[in-house]
């Protein structure tokens, strides 16, 4: 249909498979997009869409969720579900490329049957060829397409082997499409089932309504949170379910069942075995309870040590360089306050956190290059033995390893879990993880109270500090599901399913084309929320001006404007951002905080990072030429109490992380909580236990601290 009836819409493929198939990397190939990649379910949420030039015009193309069929009780499934029949609101594919692995080729197959039952036109690829030929088991696309008849393909997204001849029968498919049939021997009692669920099956093709006939028969039951699904048909679904039970019938195990004698039934050439060999010599000490978690520590050890040792010349040269605008622009642009709030606000002020910027990039495309390698799938799995003592299991933990770059997507990714109790359970205690936007307070914090070569226990200090933030907060994550499970969030445990991927060797331009995005985001970010959080902050901390002698809320004597450094002092305590810090002080004075924090802490709440640029335009306010070379660091590390001594202390450190650690001081997270559960009970309740526990915990620190004489 053309739009007005005058321009032919362009043909439409949806891209599906399995998770882990190198699905996404062929959409990445064939479009150019930058879509993740991940090797395990539930990394792709949301479809990406994109174009795809052929010969003869341009395609779009639809990546949709990865699933292992098309029944469908989780959202991240009917996500996908939707999409392959059109069921979402957009157009319906002309055409879907399945992407099946060829070294597992029966399970990967399982899906491509469905689509056949439903009589929708296909194209298999068969991805991993050049994997299945080292394993010496490679199958055999002519038997293949025989049995489905449907074109067959093998290919391999990594390196692009087959991708031409893929492109060649993509456009021949969808000019004519192939008509595929596969003969299924259900037993009678299925085929009964079928029958009585046929009236209530609107489709376009007896083999789409036989289709979706199945697809009841194996997504609908009293715990499933599908949508669109009429009364009706739960009704008789319902009926159907009673009477199999009555008859000691298991309808699933039937269906299911039948589908794979037919596979089983066909001779697809070698097939492999899938994840064996050298992963499994890996997996011995890997998933080992005691071995593998000594591993993972000291993965996380030299990640956050990489971080300060690598990025460390290139911060520095961008403290250097946003130095120097701030001393070209103060010589140049003439006095006022337009002039300050350029400099201090908008330079000093985002320049203290794109300072930041080495250490993000070089944390994403570690942890890049750890999840494509296959590695981030064993420590879901590794991580299941303690999850299911909370309440959850290790396929929830893949969201909460995405609340380590940022806690929206890692919630959004909550969806491929199928029960919404752990979905809500799961949200809760994602933002309890240390997510990126943490990163750069840290690092200040760590840089500022501890010497570059000190040690703890022979090691850095500043690593064991980071390690130690990340763990705490793993940790308390953890815990908080044990508590919210078993008080507001009550439900049985159920079993972890989650495949393993062979260890692969990660794709660099794949790795570097993520931690670019992820870093532009970032920058983005810097130049549009930070930016104007920066600059609101800036004028709190401006307004209103005072002429000297200005009184002091505790000072004995009134201050000269002849001391400039006691002026600027006063011009704080006196402005509304110093006023607002004064109020909540007595309230965060047990934490080790003084007044300044409190405004950090206040401004933070739009987004994390925000304290750091809070903390670079309260000590950029009032400084004298001499001193706009200073680093926030050493600025900090001037920082005096009334009694002399300092303010940044390895103990007040050690308090505010913690209370970062735990706080819910992210606006967007609390949005994208609302959005999920559809009410704002979840994300109040989410600001209240988080903001308590920060207290309580950072109080906590603060207190055992002196008690045994740290400082």
Excluded at 54 to 67: A, E
Excluded at 482 to 489: A, D
Excluded at 690 to 696: E, H, I, K, P, Q
Aim: with cysteine; glycine share 8%; net charge neutral.
């Amino acid at each position: 249909m053309g739009a007005e009836g005058t321009t032919p819409r362009r043909p439409r493929v949806a891209i599906a498979g399995n998770p882990n198939t190198g699905k996404t990397t062929l959409f990445n190939r064939l479009t150019g997009s930058n879509a993740k990649v991940g090797n395990y379910p539930g990394v792709t949420v949301e479809r990406e869409e994109s174009t795809w030039k052929l010969r003869g015009g341009t395609i779009d193309v639809v990546d949709i969720p990865g699933t292992y069929s098309l029944a469908s009780r989780s959202a991240e499934e009917q996500v996908a579900v939707r999409a392959i029949f059109g069921l979402d609101g957009g157009a319906r594919p002309d055409l879907v490329i399945v992407v099946a692995d060829s070294t597992q080729l029966l399970r990967n197959l399982y899906l491509a049957v469905q689509l056949a039952e439903a009589n929708l036109p296909f194209v298999l690829a068969l991805n991993l060829i050049d994997v299945a030929r080292k394993q010496g088991a490679v199958p055999d696309p002519a038997k293949i397409s025989a049995a489905f008849g449907v074109p067959v393909v093998a290919v391999s997204a990594q390196t692009g082997e087959g991708l031409e001849r893929l492109a060649v029968v993509v456009r021949e498919a969808l000019d004519s499409p192939p008509r595929p049939e596969v003969d299924i021997n259900y037993p009678a009692a299925v085929e009964a089932d079928i029958a009585a669920l046929l009236p209530y099956a609107a489709a376009a093709t007896p083999g789409e309504a036989r289709a979706l006939a199945l697809w009841s028969l194996l997504s609908v039951d009293d715990q499933d949170e599908l949508v669109d699904v009429t009364p009706a048909v739960r009704k008789e679904v319902a009926a159907i379910r009673a009477r199999a039970a009555a008859a000691k019938r298991d309808p699933d195990l039937e269906i299911v069942g039948a589908r794979y004698r037919w596979l089983e039934g066909h001779d697809f050439g070698e097939l492999g075995k899938g994840n064996a060999g050298g992963s499994e010599r890996f997996d011995r000490v890997l998933l080992h309870p005691v071995w593998g978690g000594l591993v993972f520590m000291v993965v996380l050890g030299l990640l956050f040590q990489t971080l300060f040792t690598w990025s460390d010349p290139l911060v520095g040269l961008i403290e250097s360089g946003f130095s120097w605008l701030a001393e070209a622009l103060a010589a140049t642009l003439p006095a006022g306050v337009l002039t300050d709030m350029v400099i201090d606000g908008g330079v000093q002020g985002v320049g203290s956190v794109v300072v930041f910027l080495p250490q993000i990039m070089l944390l994403f495309f570690l942890l890049g290059f750890l999840e494509d390698s296959g590695y981030m799938a064993r420590v879901a799995f590794l991580v299941d033995r303690m999850m299911r003592s909370v309440g959850l299991h290790g396929r929830a933990f893949v969201p909460m390893l995405s609340g380590y770059a940022c806690a929206v997507p890692a919630i959004m990714a909550t969806r491929t879990l199928e029960r919404r109790r752990d979905r809500l359970l799961t949200m809760m205690v994602v933002p309890l993880m240390s997510c990126s936007a943490r990163l750069p307070v840290y690092t200040l914090v760590v840089a500022t109270v501890l010497a570059p070569g000190s040690t703890v226990l022979g090691l850095p200090s500043r690593m064991v500090a980071m390690v130690g933030m990340y763990v705490f907060s793993t940790a308390t994550a953890l815990l908080a599901a044990g508590v919210l499970g078993k008080t507001l969030l009550k439900g049985p445990n159920v079993p972890l399913l989650l495949e393993l991927p062979p260890y692969r060797m990660p794709r660099l331009a794949t790795v570097l084309r993520q931690m670019w995005m992820r870093a532009k985001s970032f920058l983005t970010e810097a130049g549009t929320t930070i930016l104007f959080a920066t600059l609101v902050l800036w004028a709190l901390l401006y307004f209103p001006r005072h002429t000297p002698p200005i009184a002091v809320a505790g000072a004995s004597a009134e201050l000269s404007v002849e001391d400039p450094a006691a002026a600027a002092q006063a011009q704080l305590a006196q402005s509304y951002g110093g006023r607002l810090g004064r109020a909540i002080e007595p309230v965060i004075r047990p934490l080790g905080f003084d007044w300044k924090i409190g405004v950090g802490l206040v401004g933070a709440f739009a987004a994390r990072e925000v304290f750091v640029s809070t903390m670079g335009v309260m000590y950029g306010i009032g400084d004298d030429a001499d001193e706009t070379s200073l680093s926030l660091r050493e600025h900090l590390q001037a920082e005096r109490k009334a009694d002399g001594t300092p303010v940044w202390t390895p103990l007040t450190g050690v308090s505010l992380m913690v209370f970062f650690a735990l706080s819910a001081q992210c606006l967007s997270t609390l949005a994208v909580v609302r959005r999920e559960s559809r009410s704002w009970r979840w994300p109040v309740v989410m600001f209240f236990y988080m903001t308590t526990l920060a207290w309580v915990a950072s109080a906590a620190v603060q207190g055992v601290g002196q008690l045994i004489g740290l400082r």
